[in-house]
């Protein structure tokens, strides 16, 4: 005979798995739906980012870009965690390009910025026991390791993988688990097979975002952005190289004799770079530039990119003072906002005159003329990322940027274009209606408006050099009232 103790005791033990199962499975769906959510609006934002570079928007761009990959969870902690297994194995070279490009994406992760910083270290060491590192020299650890983040020997091609978000958490999991055991190799060999399968859409946004950098002229963002996605996957390998070099031959500096000697083919692309000048103080005028060997007339004294540059194409109405406000505030408008996120810019524009009385001192070449050692080695330059390297930053007020880009600004054509432009180097020299030294505007690089300084005469080592007041003699009348 059944007992009806013992039979409703299992009716409930049975309805309570039930519920319990239940309540997995909808905590289950629940956690793919929300997944698929965020999917979808990556996705989105991607797309609304794709729209604003259609439109030449590459501020706007970008704002959508870094906002979507702030967002991403999985693949900089799949790169992360590539990283602790590549560090287990002491191979500190492709483990730093892994912590690097995991904090490109997210940089709020403590335990990757230890992991980046003990590569570093541990790089450091290596390449001073070998005899590569110099002491007060970093460029040899910088181009190293730039070099090993496109050695992606330890990424698997992403040939006959499908895109699949549920396959990379399945994936993660025994990475996880083959790390937990010790065996490294086949941790690092999940981790890269689960990137491979969730990493499409941050791929996109790291590569769109590195094309937009090099267009605005943030190249360590290119450099850290475009390594990033080599990290994820080599299928883009050929066109991000040459992203990455592109950005590299303009964060490299030299001297400018014998760059337009006769024959000599102009690069597509071209480093800031100054003659034989220096900056001095300038009695009764500031600071100023002066030679430092006597110079020929004709010899280039400046070769340097615009830090920014606003056209603005005059309407059948419009007067030029007018295009002249439109292009000066928009100028100022883009600074305020790339400064909000651009550690390096605010610091470039930190050094030059807000014509108040604040001691800004003698600028060295490489505050104006950024290069790979400007920001944390494969980061981009961006606030957070400087701070983190315990490099100098500084957060500059619209107040402050719109003062400077009012004492520096470089602009004001009579033409059917009105422009406005800012420049480090040439805000240093000081004027003078008998200059010894013309300036002009150059398009030799497409996208990238250019200033060439030239002397006008040869002129003695020590003397000042001088610069006319502006290209256009009628502006220059009617702003200062200078004959």
């Not at 239940?22 to 929300?34: A, D, F, I, L, N």
Request: hydrophobic share 40%; glycine share 6%; with cysteine.
């Amino acid at each position: 005979m059944t007992n009806p103790n013992l039979e409703e005791a299992s009716q409930r033990h049975c309805a309570e798995s039930l519920v319990s199962e239940y309540e997995v499975m909808s905590g289950e769906t629940k956690q793919e739906q929300k997944r698929e959510r965020r999917d979808k609006d990556l996705r989105e934002e991607k797309e609304k980012g794709n729209a604003l570079f259609a439109m030449q928007n590459y501020d706007g761009a970008l704002d959508v870009y870094w906002r979507a990959m702030r967002s991403v969870s999985m693949v900089p902690t799949l790169l992360s965690n590539r990283a602790q297994a590549h560090i287990s194995l002491k191979l500190w070279a492709p483990a730093l390009c892994d912590a690097a490009a995991s904090l490109t994406i997210r940089p709020s992760c403590n335990k990757t910025w230890a992991r980046y910083n003990l590569c570093i270290s541990k790089l450091t060491n290596v390449l001073s026991s070998d005899g590569a590192l110099e002491t007060d020299d970093a460029v040899p650890l910088l181009m190293y390791a730039a070099i090993l983040a496109l050695q992606t020997s330890s990424v698997p091609h992403a040939e006959n993988l499908d895109t699949d978000q549920q396959r990379g958490r399945i994936l993660k999991i025994a990475g996880n688990d083959a790390y937990q055991s010790k065996n490294f190799t086949v941790a690092i060999a999940k981790y890269s097979e689960a990137l491979l399968s969730c990493g499409d859409t941050i791929l996109a946004l790291l590569n769109n975002s590195a094309l937009c950098s090099l267009h605005i002229g943030a190249f360590n963002d290119c450099v850290a952005l475009a390594a990033a996605s080599l990290r994820i996957s080599p299928t883009d390998k050929a066109s991000l190289e040459a992203e990455i070099d592109r950005a590299g031959q303009i964060c490299e500096s030299g001297s400018l004799r014998g760059l337009f000697a006769a024959g000599t083919e102009m690069p597509q692309l071209l480093c800031n770079g100054l003659g034989p000048i220096e900056p001095f103080y300038s009695r009764g005028k500031g600071r100023g530039m002066r030679a430092t060997a006597d110079l020929r007339a004709g010899e280039v004294l400046i070769f340097e990119r615009a830090i920014i540059s606003v056209d603005i194409t005059l309407g059948e109405t419009q007067t030029h003072w007018h295009a002249d406000h439109t292009a000066k505030s928009t100028l100022k408008s883009r600074l305020v906002d790339r400064c909000q996120r651009d550690g390096i810019l605010s610091r470039i524009l930190w050094g030059l005159s807000d014509g108040t009385h604040r001691e800004r001192g003698l600028p060295r070449f490489l505050q104006f003329s950024p290069t790979l050692e400007s920001s944390p080695l494969l980061l981009p330059g961006h606030h957070e990322f400087l701070e983190n390297g315990g490099m100098t930053t500084v957060r500059l007020s619209s107040e402050t940027i719109g003062r400077i880009v009012d004492k520096n600004v470089f602009g004001g054509s009579r033409s059917e274009q009105d422009c406005s432009r800012l420049f480090a180097f040439i805000s240093i020299l000081n004027h003078s209606a008998t200059p010894n030294a013309a300036f002009a505007l150059c398009s030799v690089i497409s996208n990238c408006k250019v200033l060439i300084v030239q002397a006008m005469a040869d002129i003695k080592k020590g003397e000042e050099i001088y610069i006319r007041y502006h290209q256009d003699e009628a502006y220059v009348k009617d702003e200062w009232g200078i004959p």
